[in-house]
C-alpha cells in the first residue's frame, strides 16, 4: 500500500525555493547549496564576526572586499568600508523565531578593527564607499540550471545615487576590480533614481523585500547602465555569487543596505528520494484500519511498518523498488513510480503483519533498493528503526476441578472450581482469570473469541501464582444439564491470553442424598433482586410442572424492552438475569407467563 500525504507547514526554505524557483520547469530536483540566515552566536569563536557560519571547506566560502585578502585604497581613509554581521535592530522578519537574529549589513568598521564593527544605531555608512561580498566558488558544468534568492532592506534619504547589485562574476580576477559591477552578469539590481532601470527597481521605503533569479536568465549591462544581452553562466568553471553596495561622493544618505535569507540552489537534472519518519502500525477494532505510534511492540504482537518518504523533483521519476527488511532478511518489497514534490509525503505500510519475537530487532527501509535510479544525493536512502521486544510469555493456567466427568453437583450445595496458575516470566504476579460455563466447546479452542459472546456465563476475578479457589453460582442451571468449564487468563499485555479446559463436567444433580430439593407446588415470580440496581438483576420464578416460558421486560410505556426468557423451562425454581443495554434508567415492569398464569413486578434501574 502505497499512499501520497500533504505535508503541512512547508519548510520555508522549499517555500522560497518555490516563490523563487516555481516557474521554472524541471524534471528534476533542486540542490540547496547555502541556506545561509546569519543566526549564529556572533560572541562564538567558532562563528565569530564577520560571518556565522563556521567555515567548512576554505574555498567555498564568504568573502568580502576592500578588506583582506585583497587590500586596496578607497575614500579618505583605507580600507575602513566592508560588509559585516549585523544583530537584531534591523533584523529581518522573515525568521523571527531565531536565537541570535540577524543580517547582513555594508558597516563602518571602526578603523582596522573589522571584528568590531559599529551598528546602523550607532553610525552612518560613509560616502563614496564601494564594497562589495561574495560566496565562491562553485561551477556550474553539469547542472541544468541555479537560483539565488534573498530578502534585502535598503535606507536612503529619498534623492542619492547610492546602489545595492546582486549579479555573478564568471572570472576571479574581477573581484579585485573596483569596476566590478562592470564585469558582472546582473540579476537584480537597486537604485534611487533608476539606474539600471528595468531589471529591478525599488522604492525608498525601510522595508525588507523578496529578490530571486536564476543563472541562465541574467543580463550585462553597457557602460551607461542600460540592459545589453540576456545572457546564462552554466557551463562555467568559477561562478560567485555576489552583492555590491556604492554610495555616492557627496553625502550620507541612509543606513546601507541588510541581507537576509540568502538561498543559492543548483538544479542537477536528477531526482532525489529521502528517508522520513518510520513507525509502527497495530490493529483497531474498526475494520481495516490502524493505529500509528512510535511505541515498539511487545511480545508476539501482530505489527506493521510504516515509511514515509519523500520524492524531490517535478514531474513523474522512474520506477523505482522500496525494501523493508527486519533483522537484515527482506520482510516485503515493492515496486512504485511517484511524481515528484516539495509539499507531499509518500507511504508504505506493509501488507502483512510481523509477529513480534522477543530480542533486538531492527527494521530497515531502503529507497531505491536496485540502484535503478540515478539521484542527486545517494546518501539518504536508508531508514533504520530499533527496537527491542522483552520476552513476556503468556502464563499458563491448569482448571483442576471439575476432575471427572459428569461430576454431580447438587444446587443446595456449594461447588468450587480449582485452579492454578504458572508463568515462566518471574516479572508476572498478577493476572486476570475468566471461567466461563458452556455447554458446546466445538471451536473454542482455535477461536477463543468465541467466548466474548457468553455475558451471562462469565466470572472474572484476580488470581495469583497458588492454588485459587472460586464458587459459582449455579442456581440459574438447569436440573440435568451438563456443563464444561472453561478458563482464560491474561497477565495484562497484549495478546497474552491462554485458554484452558477442564478434565471434567459439572452436572447440576436434581436432588442432594437427603432430598432436601424437592419440586415447586405453585407457579410464581419472585421479588427482583437487588432492587433498585444499577448493573444486573435477577428474577427467580417456580414452575411446578415442565412447560412454556416467556418472561420479558418492559417500560412504562408497554414497549417491551427485553426478552430473557422464551421457551420450555423443567420442573423447578429458575433464576433469569437482566443487564440492561441501551436503555436509560427508570421504572421496569418484568412480565412472567407460565402455566397460563401471568406475574409482573416492578423494577427500578439507576445507571
Known amino acids: 500500500m502505497n499512499v501520497k500525504r500533504n505535508r503541512f507547514p512547508v519548510l520555508l526554505l522549499l517555500s522560497l525555493l518555490l516563490i523563487g524557483f516555481g516557474a521554472q520547469t524541471s524534471s528534476a530536483a533542486w540542490i540547496t547549496l547555502l541556506n545561509e540566515h546569519f543566526n549564529q552566536d556572533p560572541q562564538n569563536q567558532a562563528a565569530e564576526w564577520p560571518w556565522c557560519t563556521p567555515l567548512q571547506n576554505p574555498a567555498i566560502r564568504w568573502h568580502y572586499n576592500p578588506w583582506n585578502p585583497y587590500p586596496r585604497a578607497e575614500g579618505r581613509i583605507r580600507s575602513q568600508y566592508c560588509w559585516g554581521y549585523q544583530s537584531a535592530f534591523f533584523n529581518v522578519r522573515v525568521l523571527q523565531e531565531e536565537d541570535f537574529p540577524g543580517s547582513l549589513w555594508c558597516a563602518y568598521t571602526n578603523g582596522s578593527d573589522t571584528r568590531n564593527p559599529r551598528w546602523p544605531r550607532d553610525v552612518d555608512y560613509m560616502p563614496g564607499q564601494n564594497a562589495w561580498v561574495w560566496w565562491d566558488t562553485l561551477q556550474t558544468h553539469g547542472l541544468r540550471n541555479g537560483g539565488v534568492s534573498f530578502w534585502m532592506m535598503i535606507d536612503l534619504a529619498t534623492f542619492s545615487f547610492d546602489s545595492l547589485s546582486a549579479f555573478i ?86 543606513k546601507g543596505a541588510f541581507i537576509d535569507d540568502v538561498i543559492i540552489s543548483v538544479e542537477d537534472g536528477l531526482f532525489d528520494l529521502q528517508t522520513e519518519d518510520m513507525v509502527y502500525g497495530y490493529p483497531t477494532e474498526a475494520e481495516d484500519s490502524l493505529l500509528y505510534t512510535n511505541t515498539p511492540p511487545t511480545y508476539l504482537q501482530p505489527t506493521y511498518f510504516r515509511f514515509d518518504y519523500l520524492v524531490n523533483g517535478i514531474g513523474r521519476s522512474p520506477e523505482f523498488r522500496i525494501n523493508c527488511l527486519i533483522d537484515g532478511e527482506v520482510f516485503y518489497s515493492t515496486m512504485v513510480a511517484q511524481v515528484g514534490t516539495t509539499d507531499s509525503v509518500y507511504s508504505v505500510v506493509t501488507p502483512e503483519p510481523w509477529i513480534a519475537p522477543a530480542g533486538d530487532h531492527t527494521v530497515r527501509w531502503v529507497l531505491d533498493a536496485d540502484s535503478t535510479l540515478t539521484e542527486s544525493n545517494e546518501e539518504n536512502n536508508v531508514g533504520d528503526l530499533g527496537m527491542f521486544v522483552p520476552w513476556t510469555p503468556a502464563p499458563k493456567l491448569d482448571i483442576l476441578t471439575p476432575e471427572h466427568d459428569s461430576t454431580e453437583v447438587p444446587l443446595d450445595i456449594p461447588f468450587q472450581i480449582e485452579i492454578t496458575i504458572n508463568d515462566s516470566n518471574p516479572e508476572d504476579s498478577q493476572f486476570t482469570m475468566y471461567l466461563y460455563l458452556v455447554e458446546d466447546t466445538t471451536g473454542i479452542r482455535e477461536n477463543p473469541g468465541m467466548l466474548d459472546n457468553l455475558e451471562a456465563s462469565v466470572f472474572s476475578f484476580n488470581a495469583r501464582r497458588e492454588r485459587t479457589g472460586y464458587t459459582p453460582d449455579l442456581r440459574s442451571r438447569e436440573i440435568g444439564s451438563l456443563w464444561f468449564v472453561v478458563g482464560l487468563v491474561n497477565d495484562g499485555i497484549f495478546g497474552n491470553s491462554r485458554v484452558s479446559f477442564a478434565p471434567g463436567r459439572i452436572w447440576i444433580r436434581p436432588l442432594d442424598v437427603a432430598g432436601t430439593l424437592s419440586p415447586p407446588t405453585e407457579y410464581y415470580l419472585a421479588e427482583a433482586y437487588p432492587n433498585p440496581f444499577n448493573g444486573e438483576v435477577k428474577l427467580e420464578y417456580a414452575l411446578p410442572v415442565r412447560g412454556m416460558v416467556t418472561l420479558a421486560l418492559y417500560d412504562l410505556a408497554g414497549r417491551q424492552v427485553a426478552l430473557i426468557e422464551n421457551g420450555v423451562r423443567e420442573v423447578g425454581v429458575h433464576t433469569a438475569t437482566w443487564r440492561p443495554s441501551g436503555v436509560g434508567g427508570g421504572v421496569y415492569l418484568a412480565k412472567l407467563h407460565a402455566g397460563g398464569i401471568s406475574f409482573t413486578r416492578k423494577l427500578v434501574y439507576t445507571p
Not at 543563472?215 to 551607461?224: I, K, P, Q, S, V
Request: aromatic share 12%.
Open 169 to 254: 562574476v564568471t572570472d576571479p580576477n574581477d573581484l579585485t576590480d573596483p569596476n566590478i559591477r562592470a564585469h558582472g552578469k546582473f540579476g537584480a539590481m537597486r537604485n534611487n533614481e533608476g539606474e539600471f532601470a528595468g531589471i529591478t527597481s525599488f522604492s525608498t521605503a525601510t522595508q525588507w523585500v523578496y529578490i530571486n533569479y536564476f543563472f541562465d536568465d541574467l543580463r550585462t549591462l553597457n557602460a551607461d547602465g542600460t540592459i545589453h544581452d540576456s545572457v546564462s553562466v552554466m557551463d562555467q568553471d568559477f561562478v560567485a555569487v555576489c552583492w555590491a553596495w556604492q554610495s555616492d561622493n557627496h553625502d550620507v544618505a541612509g
